[in-house]
């Protein structure tokens, strides 16, 4: 078994009721337990009363993050698969509750019941309901909770409870940075510590501090990001694109965000290279006047018209889906122009996800946009995080009017689509 230091020191002092591991993701905090400790405490508790538990974001990270590579080291007769409807897998012969734990009601099954071991694997995305209800049930002398995540905030309730535990002895805490994990390629960790530069989430992801979101979202954005629209549509004498990105070949997504109260309407159209190395803002349109549905929909297939006129290949239109009768409107619009594509609602991933995304593809210069789309650059120069976090301790984009993510979101909703084979986490 080879353990890097840290893991070693966690083995050899993890011994209370409270364990965690917090720090810098791809730091060897959660191989260690697949590998070793959640076999060692399965067998060491396996005679005691009460219940084992494991917990996760859902099932599916539970299944992804830990089961998965738990049954590749040891085989489906020791790590079994969970069980649909009952919410239970055997692990080396005990019965696991398998818990998701990002919503406040999702401990109610096993509510009443006391916990002799719980995993938990992204503690600091739990609600605060769940783990105050999960502390009243490690009740036994021997109960212990090993836990693992990557930090946020430093206002975090799981920030605020390692504060109180770790004077009063009740925790073993550790903190791990990217470079504790010597068994990484020095290459990928030169490439994470690269797309998170200038981040908040290089504090957080690579040095893994408990971290405030602060100030501008997209410092790292710049001059060298812009690209002339002359440039961009330079050919030469035999009418092949010059532009290396362009010359690359693609094809070009759309995102719709539709005002209301103070927002405006936004289109934004994106270029896409056919091998995903590079996405390039080439068009968007910000509406700030009151329209009609019917001007709504003229001002659309009109930026569509466009986009074809320019010889562009249309792949996808992905639209707010937060309004589907306007929705309807475009695509009906679109078929009465004759132009036949689909308008499909967005996905509307977590915003900070998307967030995160645009940040590393800046920071790598995988992101780029045409100087004419001011109203996208003005949006990337102006986001600022918000000094207030929302109702379940998430970082928030500031969004009161007088910054313009309506073109940020409208941008997003184009490629969150394909942001997994932009950046592979």
Not at 8 to 17: C, G
Not at 28 to 39: A, C, E, N, S, V
Not at 231 to 242: F, G, L
Request: hydrophobic content about 35%; charged content about 30%.
């Amino acid at each position: 078994m080879i353990l890097t230091a840290k893991q070693k020191e966690f083995i050899n002092n993890a011994h209370l009721t409270w364990n965690f591991k917090i720090g810098a993701t791809r730091s060897g905090k959660t191989h260690l337990d697949f590998l070793f400790r959640i076999p060692f405490k399965t067998r060491e508790l396996k005679d005691e009363d009460g219940i084992f538990v494991i917990m996760g974001v859902s099932q599916s990270t539970i299944e992804r993050n830990i089961l998965e590579p738990m049954r590749r080291l040891f085989g489906d007769s020791l790590v079994g698969f969970i069980q649909t409807g009952r919410s239970i897998v055997k692990l080396f012969g005990e019965t696991y509750h398998v818990v998701g734990h990002e919503k406040a009601n999702a401990i109610n099954r096993i509510q009443g019941s006391s916990i002799k071991y719980c995993y938990i694997d992204e503690i600091v995305r739990m609600s605060e309901p769940t783990f105050e209800m999960l502390k009243s049930r490690l009740d036994k002398p021997y109960s212990c909770c090993d836990a693992t995540g990557n930090p946020e905030q430093p206002t975090h309730f799981i920030k605020k409870f390692i504060d109180e535990q770790l004077p009063l002895g009740n925790l073993y805490y550790q903190h791990y940075t990217i470079d504790d994990n010597t068994m990484l390629d020095k290459s990928f960790v030169e490439r994470l510590k690269q797309e998170y530069h200038g981040t908040v989430y290089y504090k957080r992801y690579i040095l893994g501090m408990w971290a405030l979101a602060e100030g501008a979202i997209y410092s790292m954005f710049a001059k060298r990001h812009i690209i002339s629209i002359e440039e961009w549509n330079n050919k030469d004498e035999k009418e092949r694109y010059t532009h290396p990105i362009r010359a690359k070949g693609g094809y070009v997504n759309v995102g719709v965000d539709f005002g209301g109260n103070q927002s405006a309407h936004a289109f934004n159209a994106t270029f896409i290279t056919y091998d995903y190395s590079h996405i390039v803002t080439i068009k968007d349109q910000k509406i700030k006047k009151e329209l009609t549905p019917k001007q709504l929909d003229d001002a659309f297939v009109f930026f569509i018209t466009q986009l074809l006129d320019a010889g562009y290949e249309l792949n996808a239109i992905r639209a707010d889906n937060a309004e589907p009768v306007l929705i309807r409107g475009l695509q009906q619009a679109l078929d009465k122009a004759e132009i036949y594509w689909s308008v499909k609602g967005a996905l509307k991933t977590e915003v900070n996800k998307r967030i995160r995304t645009y940040q590393r593809l800046i920071n790598i210069d995988r992101y780029l946009i045409l100087d004419d789309c001011k109203d996208t650059i003005e949006a990337l120069e102006n986001a600022v995080w918000s000094d207030k976090t929302d109702k379940e301790n998430k970082d928030v984009r500031l969004d009161d009017g007088t910054t313009n993510i309506d073109n940020l979101d409208a941008q997003e909703y184009s490629t969150e689509e394909i942001h997994h084979k932009l950046i592979k986490e």
